[in-house]
């Protein structure tokens, strides 16, 4: 009687024991076994549920830019794909919010409907150049993450029209300047190009589309969107690169240090394994790579 009572004790504890085992394969999260790796928890708050939106200006190429099949690409557009599946999140074309460039840092402030601003941001500027004050501006606003890309501004021309003009030193006197609305760039012409007369724009294309039909005799502007906007024209020409030491960064709220730390873990990551390198090449294959980033 004593070994048939030990008996259904042992079945009793067998059959818990599987049922137990069963409960635990249940519990195993959607899409795969307990030992995959699963998309890191963080505590940053996002406007769109495992979504990384952005506000951005778009047209702004090599930076962001629509291909010939109408999907969004560019240097500044893979970087935070890269960001955001380190993050654990999605990043389509949907998520990137088209806004004016000299809005953004108010709306992204008051709580818009994008986490990060991504646009080609001049976020570091060494003290006393003409940027200084409007970075400082700008982190009144907003944080900014660690840079990712050293700004040079440059001068284009029509060839055409103006080959006389080499550096902005030789622009003649009341020359009209196309600058875009908002950036560092147009910051630093208001203070160096004083004898010309800016023309701003809301937009990058507008520039040179100005430039060709001759209504401004150059265009100052970042240097890799006039490389990549002058680029079929063979009448317009960079013929001025212009080291400013302003760097760009990525825009985050100051109400959201948890994301502006997860990007910089993950911008570091990138540094460090060689892939931020193969996207800054892709783009900019004439480039030296920055100092902080390893092929």
Same mark, same amino acid.
């Given at each position: 009687m004593q070994r048939r009572w030990l008996t259904m004790?042992?079945?009793?504890?067998?059959?818990?024991?599987v049922l137990a085992a069963c409960g635990s394969a249940e519990e195993t999260p959607?899409?795969?076994?307990?030992?995959e790796t699963h998309a890191p928890e963080h505590n940053f708050t996002l406007a769109l549920d495992g979504h990384l939106t952005v506000g951005s200006d778009i047209p702004y190429p090599p930076f962001e830019f629509e291909d010939d099949d109408?999907?969004?690409?560019? !240097?500044?557009?893979?970087? $935070?794909?890269?960001?955001?599946?380190?993050?654990?999140l999605e990043n389509a074309d949907e998520d990137w919010i088209s806004t004016n460039f000299d809005t953004i840092f108010q709306q992204l402030q008051s709580g818009a409907r994008?986490?990060?601003?991504?646009?080609?941001?001049?976020?570091?500027?060494?003290?006393?150049s003409p940027a200084a004050e409007t970075v400082a501006e700008r982190k009144k606003r907003v944080d900014f993450t660690a840079p990712y890309y050293p700004s040079l501004q440059s001068l284009a021309i029509d060839t055409t029209q103006n080959a006389d003009i080499q550096t902005v030193d030789d622009l003649p006197e009341g020359a009209r300047v196309a600058v875009q609305r908002g950036t560092t760039g147009a910051f630093y012409a208001e203070k160096e190009l004083t004898g010309a007369e800016l023309v701003q724009f809301a937009q990058a294309p507008q520039m040179y589309q100005a430039l060709q039909a001759g209504q401004v005799v150059a265009? !100052?502007?970042?240097?890799? $969107?006039?490389i990549e906007s002058i680029k079929g024209k063979d009448n317009?020409?960079?013929?001025?690169?212009?080291?400013?030491?302003?760097e760009y960064a990525i825009g985050v709220s100051k109400e959201n240090v948890e994301l502006k730390d997860a990007i910089d873990e993950a911008l570091q990551e990138m540094f460090d394994d060689g892939t931020f390198a193969e996207i800054f090449l892709k783009y900019f294959p004439e480039q030296d790579l920055p100092e902080y980033a390893s092929e």
């Open positions: 004790l042992s079945i009793a504890v067998l059959s818990a024991l959607p899409g795969g076994s307990g030992d109408g999907n969004l690409t560019g !240097f500044d557009v893979d970087l $935070v794909r890269e960001i955001a599946s380190r993050l654990g994008f986490d990060i601003i991504v646009a080609a941001v001049t976020a570091y500027a060494p003290d006393g265009v !100052f502007n970042d240097l890799p $969107v006039s317009l020409e960079v013929v001025q690169q212009v080291d400013t030491g302003e």
